[in-house]
């Protein structure tokens, strides 16, 4: 089965630039996550979704982002205008739910590198 | 307030060596969650393990366990005869309430040297 999809891999832009990252959970799965690793604040969650709506976006550092989930199988971060202190990776997950409840097991994308110049 | 402490930001042992990783968690939910996941160089991270609060039994799984102390709040995980395969750096987390929101610790980056 495949995993996570998440391109771009890799994002040089230039401060100012719109930036688009894209996320295909896995089939089935009920929540969607995306998450920010940078050395200093590590792994930050930035907004989840449960099918299709998005629940908690305390995460999201300011109105440059915003997140959307269409449909089940695609997900968007965006972040307009990107700034250098944007630069970091980016995670998507998707987990399941078991018998009614969130497992908590997040299966994660490989990330897309994002840098700001 | 939720928190997850990783004290140990590296740990570097030598192949075949045990090597404890220690994770301490706040949280004032009765009801929580506490995971471990591994982040190899390739970079997504993968999950090994969910323990809820209600269950301190400890776990084996191969050269796996882990210690979970609700006196203590910890949740330890010990790599018995590491391998170089075993290096990566390694994150405890933290669901404080079920809501599957996870908090994650800072990580430990594991080297295990030939």
């Known amino acids: 089965d495949a995993g996570v999809i998440q391109s771009p891999r890799h994002e040089v832009t230039e401060m100012g630039q719109e930036v688009t990252l894209r996320c295909k959970p896995i089939?089935?799965?009920?929540?969607l996550f995306w998450y920010r690793q940078t050395m200093m604040r590590g792994l930050e969650l930035l907004i989840y979704?449960?099918?299709?709506?998005?629940?908690?976006d305390s995460g999201m550092p300011e109105d440059r982002f915003s997140a959307k989930m269409p449909n089940a199988s695609f997900s968007t971060l965006k972040i307009q205008p990107s700034e250098p202190r944007d630069s970091a990776v980016y995670f998507c997950a998707s987990s399941l739910i078991r018998e009614g409840l969130p497992t908590g097991e997040l299966f994660f994308g490989e990330g897309s590198r994002l840098t700001v110049l | 307030a939720q928190k997850v402490t990783q004290a140990q930001t590296e740990i570097s042992v030598v192949e075949k060596e045990d090597v404890t990783l220690d994770c301490v968690y706040e949280?004032?939910?009765?009801?929580?969650?506490l995971f471990w996941y591994k982040q190899p160089p390739s970079g997504e991270l993968v999950f090994l393990i969910r323990r809820n609060s209600f269950d301190e039994q400890n776990e084996i799984s191969g050269r796996y366990s882990w210690n979970f102390q609700k006196s203590t709040s910890s949740f330890n995980f010990t790599i018995t005869a590491s391998q170089v395969v075993d290096s990566a750096v390694y994150f405890c987390?933290?669901?404080?309430?079920?809501?599957?929101?996870?908090?994650f610790g800072t990580g430990t980056r594991l080297t295990v040297i030939p």
């Open positions: 089939s089935g799965h009920d929540y």
């Open positions: 987390a933290l669901d404080p309430n079920g809501a599957n929101n996870l908090f």
């Open positions: 949280t004032r939910d009765t009801t929580y969650y």
């Open positions: 979704f449960n099918n299709n709506v998005p629940i908690d």
